[in-house]
């Protein structure tokens, strides 16, 4: 009877055995890209390329949000070089970054707090009273409103009460205004009503409204973008804009989805077997930094194909950032209430 007993006992940890290392193969892309050594290479290859880090799309601003959210060590001295840089272009033009793109303002907040500075008192200027001027912000389109909310919530600023302005913002308005421009698939578009959905444009207003999500209007429109974006999925994982798949539109995803706490493998976002870490890795190039657009594929504008893009490498670096934050239960990619 004890043998049998005994022998039972040994199938059945075979057995368990068995499972357990059949679902060890089952990997993240985590794993299976070894994403940590990426973002050291591409942290290094940034650094390099980019020495002086300045108030800029390019080259600046997403440069030093995605070194300082990667949880790697950045000798300070970098960070401070692009805050001496603020300060210099704020003095120069008395607290002026552009006179009608008003995300710089915002990109930079979004920066500044990233690297643990007050965006409330830079050289003495407070770049949140920007954001206070609901007009200014709104005049870029989408893009305005999209990233004000963005920069508020990173670090939960109050929109400061500016006696000057037209018409004061609040937030509440800028997500009226970003919910009046959802197209009827559900998507959004940089170009306006009459386009198309755009991955990208999509991807990033979710980013803004993934904090809002328990408002039920909110909800309603995230449901139906996060819908769209499944919808409008490749084949290879990926996602193309402007004509091309490129890789920008496929980063733009993964942050949607890592800000809603949705997992970047949901199988809403699995097709033909690829996920969108699948996709993005094919842009990336050894080394450190990632292409526009594949080599021999179909260019849309933008960079040449097949060559390593200093705006691809900026949003290739927070995609990954922002994917592997999430697989380790951090704070996502904008929530920077855990920086000090």
């Not at 009503?193 to 991807?203: L, Q, S, W």
Request: glycine content about 8%; proline content about 3%; some cysteine.
């Amino acid at each position: 009877m004890k043998n049998k007993v005994k022998n039972l006992w040994r199938i059945t940890f075979l057995i368990i055995l068995s499972f357990s290392l059949i679902s060890c193969t089952v990997t993240t892309s985590s794993t299976d890209y070894n994403i940590e050594e990426k973002i050291v290479e591409t942290a290094k290859f940034m650094q390099e390329t980019i020495p002086d880090p300045t108030v800029s799309s390019i080259g600046g601003d997403w440069t030093i949000m995605s070194l300082a959210r990667a949880d790697i060590e950045i000798h300070k001295d970098y960070f401070e070089n692009y805050y001496d840089n603020v300060v210099s272009i704020l003095e120069e033009n008395q607290g002026i970054l552009h006179e009608r793109k008003y995300t710089e303002y915002s990109r930079a907040i979004l920066a500044l707090t990233a690297i643990g500075k007050d965006p409330s008192d830079v050289a003495g200027y407070n770049l949140l009273e920007k954001l206070a001027d609901y007009e200014k912000v709104i005049f870029q389109g989408i893009n305005g409103p999209t990233f004000a909310l963005l920069a508020l919530d990173s670090k939960n600023y109050e929109i400061p009460l500016v006696p000057e302005v037209k018409i004061q913002a609040t937030r509440e308005m800028y997500i009226d205004n970003i919910l009046e421009r959802q197209l009827p698939d559900g998507g959004f578009s940089i170009a306006g009503d009459d386009a198309p959905a755009d991955p990208d444009m999509t991807g990033m207003v979710l980013q803004a409204l993934s904090k809002y999500k328990d408002m039920v209007k909110v909800k309603d429109a995230i449901d139906k973008a996060v819908e769209c974006l499944s919808k409008l999925q490749l084949e290879d994982g990926g996602y193309e804009s402007w004509g091309a798949a490129n890789s920008e539109s496929v980063v733009q995803v993964i942050m949607a989805l890592t800000e809603l706490g949705i997992d970047p493998n949901d199988s809403r976002f699995v097709k033909s077997e690829k996920t969108l870490i699948d996709n993005l890795m094919t842009f990336y190039v050894d080394g450190g930094g990632f292409m526009h657009i594949r080599e021999g594929e179909k260019e849309n504008g933008g960079a040449q194909a097949g060559l390593v893009d200093p705006m691809a490498t900026d949003q290739g670096m927070y995609g990954i950032v922002g994917y592997q934050r999430y697989m380790n239960n951090m704070n996502s990619f904008y929530n920077m209430t855990d920086v000090n």
